[in-house]
């Protein structure tokens, strides 16, 4: 089971996201393209959430900028052919940079990261307003490649109206809906309820 972790922008909870479905399915985390590293990485924060096992990054970027930005400043030039799936018998959770439009170079986005690598994504959206517009639009470029959409799982207050307008014009399922944490701590992630129809659904699929 392979699954990829994007998000309608950057600082949506991706990292919780994945954190929390690394604990509960017992995955593997990587994330191929990590740009911030001199504020610290999202593999650190995974781990220190779920103790799990971690593949280190493809790119390791310093600057807290977009993934195009930042590899140019460190005169790198991201290159799709060499990401490459680690290989691992365990379930594994893919994190993405930033929102599917992030671009990498100048020529390729996390879309076509996501096309590259062939594997189901799920979709992490805030709760609150001007989550529809944000969430639909990604939903539609997802499916603009033809790219299997598991559903969403939206971040914040809960917010029944946005969660069925989601629903409704994103053609897809709100898979979970995680309020805000009061600590981020690995004991708070493992309290988090784990659906057991997101259990039926990751189940039901036999991807590799």
């Known amino acids: 089971m392979r699954i990829f972790v994007t998000g309608t922008d950057t600082d949506v909870g991706k990292t919780v996201v994945s954190a929390w479905l690394c604990y509960h399915l017992k995955a593997s985390y990587w994330k191929p393209v990590q740009s911030g590293t001199s504020e610290g990485t999202d593999s650190k924060t995974v781990w220190d959430l779920s103790k799990t096992e971690i593949f280190p990054e493809t790119y390791s970027l310093k600057a807290p900028l977009s993934p195009h930005l930042a590899a140019s400043l460190e005169e790198v030039q991201i290159d799709l052919e060499k990401i490459n799936l680690p290989k691992t018998d365990k379930p594994l959770i893919i994190e993405g940079a930033g929102g599917v439009m992030a671009p990498l170079n100048n020529k390729h986005t996390i879309l076509d ?13 805030r709760s609150t307003l001007g989550t529809i517009n944000h969430t639909c639009l990604t939903l539609q470029a997802l499916r603009s490649r033809s790219l299997l959409i598991l559903g969403v799982i939206m971040n914040g207050p809960q917010n029944s109206d946005n969660k069925e307008a989601i629903e409704h014009f994103g053609k897809t399922k709100v898979l979970a809906e995680i309020e805000p944490l009061r600590l981020l701590t690995k004991e708070a992630i493992s309290q988090i309820p784990f659906p057991s129809s997101l259990h039926g659904l990751l189940n039901g699929f036999s991807f590799s």
């Not at 990261?113 to 959206?125: M, Y």
């Open 113 to 125: 990261l996501i096309e590259h690598l062939k594997v189901p994504t799920i979709v992490v959206a």
